[in-house]
């Protein structure tokens, strides 16, 4: 099992970026797809951006993609989520997520780990 700590949401202008980071702790991050996911208020949560264990394979949302680079440091323990260009609709709360595997997929069931979630909010 791997925790999870998110960090870099907050308040932004439309049209503004933000860079979110997911700190992972244990000694095994690197075995680790991992994925970002968000929630608006009452809608179910959506993929966003996934990454492979090196890095070397990536997958965006088709709504987002040419707004998002997913990128990892094992190094570091951490994944980040450049996001650009951003609207209003962006609004949610963004969830890192942690698969034992390998390789990413766009499906939240696929994953086994789960942080509690950093707040972005795009005012207009």
């Known amino acids: 099992q791997v925790q999870l700590v998110e960090s870099g949401g907050g308040l932004v202008q439309a049209g503004g970026s933000l860079r979110l980071s997911c700190a992972a702790s244990?000694?095994?991050?690197?075995?680790?797809?991992m994925g970002w996911f968000r929630q608006a208020p009452g809608k179910e949560r959506e993929f966003v951006a996934s990454?492979?264990?090196?890095?070397?394979?990536?997958d965006y949302s088709d709504s987002l993609k040419g707004r998002l680079t997913i990128s990892r440091d094992n190094a570091k323990n951490t994944v980040y989520l450049q996001i650009n260009s951003l609207k209003p609709e962006d609004t949610a709360v963004y969830y890192c997520?942690?698969?034992?595997?390998?390789?990413?997929?766009?499906?939240?069931?696929?994953?086994?780990?789960w942080g509690q979630g950093t707040q972005v909010t795009v005012s207009s």
């Open positions: 997520a942690a698969r034992r595997n390998f390789y990413a997929t766009r499906y939240l069931h696929d994953y086994d780990d």
């Open positions: 990454i492979s264990w090196s890095g070397g394979s990536t």
């Open positions: 244990g000694r095994t991050f690197s075995r680790y797809a």
